[in-house]
Structure formats: structure tokens, C-alpha cells
């Protein structure tokens, strides 16, 4: 799994002024290697706000952490939580909100300011304001 890991790593790595969200089964707990590299520069969602362990495999007496999300500094995570009342999978699904930092919140409102204009105008710029603010598509 390393060589993975640190392949998804440095493609964040190279991508890092986008804003980024990474999640899924990672099939590994929060102490491993893969998980570490794979998570590092980002936030750990549910480390940051979650409460309690955050077990979300559950299955044959395992109880473990082996699903994750992270998110860059373009979005703060509050509220993640266990939904360990779902029963549909042998892993519990993790919520989690994320708010918008402010320059995306301006790129938006960009996009909107030229909405009546022909499609091309207003992808042309909505391109200019990614490329001002470090927005990805």
C-alpha cells in the first residue's frame, strides 16, 4: 500500500492551492503509514470534531477507525459523527459538513455576477477567478 499512499500524495501534494476532499474505506486506523502520508497537509475531519474514537468498521468483534475524511485548508469540518445505527454495510458511514473558507465563497459570487452573460463569458471567467483564487473545477 505505500507506494499507493504516497502516489496519492503527491498528486495532492502537486494540486494543493485547489480546494481538496479525500475520503473513503482506507482500510487502515489513524497510526498507519498509508493513512498518515495519504493525510498529510490536510485535516482529519473527525479527529478535528468529531467525539469519541470514530469506529466504523464493525464487523467479527473488530471495532476500528478505517474509514476517513480529510479536507484542505479551503473548507473548516464541524459536526462529524458515526452513524452506527446503519446496518446496510459491515462499515458505519461518517458524517461530516464542511464550510466554505471565504475565497470560495468570493468565486462564487463572481460566477453569479456574470450568470446572464453567453455560457462562454461566463466559463472564461469562472476560469480567470479559479486561476486568481486557486480554485479547481
Do not use: W
Not at 470560495?104 to 452573460?117: D, Y
Request: charged share 25%; with cysteine; proline share 4%.
Amino acid at each position: 500500500r505505500a507506494p499507493e499512499a504516497e502516489a496519492v500524495h503527491d498528486y495532492i501534494e502537486a494540486h494543493k492551492t485547489y480546494p481538496t476532499i479525500v475520503c473513503g474505506d482506507f482500510n487502515d486506523p489513524p497510526l498507519t503509514y498509508s493513512r498518515r502520508v495519504i493525510g498529510q497537509g490536510l485535516t482529519d475531519c473527525f479527529q478535528k470534531t468529531g467525539k469519541g474514537i470514530g469506529l466504523s468498521y464493525n464487523q467479527k468483534g473488530f471495532y476500528f477507525r478505517i474509514d476517513h475524511i480529510f479536507c484542505s485548508d479551503h473548507f473548516t469540518p464541524y459536526n462529524c459523527e458515526i452513524d452506527n445505527e446503519m446496518d446496510a454495510s459491515d462499515h458505519f458511514p461518517i458524517i461530516c459538513r464542511l464550510k466554505m473558507a471565504d475565497k470560495l465563497k468570493k468565486v462564487t459570487k463572481i460566477a453569479k455576477k456574470f450568470s446572464h452573460l453567453e455560457k462562454n463569458v461566463y466559463i472564461c471567467t469562472l476560469k480567470y477567478a479559479r486561476t486568481e483564487l486557486n480554485i479547481n473545477k
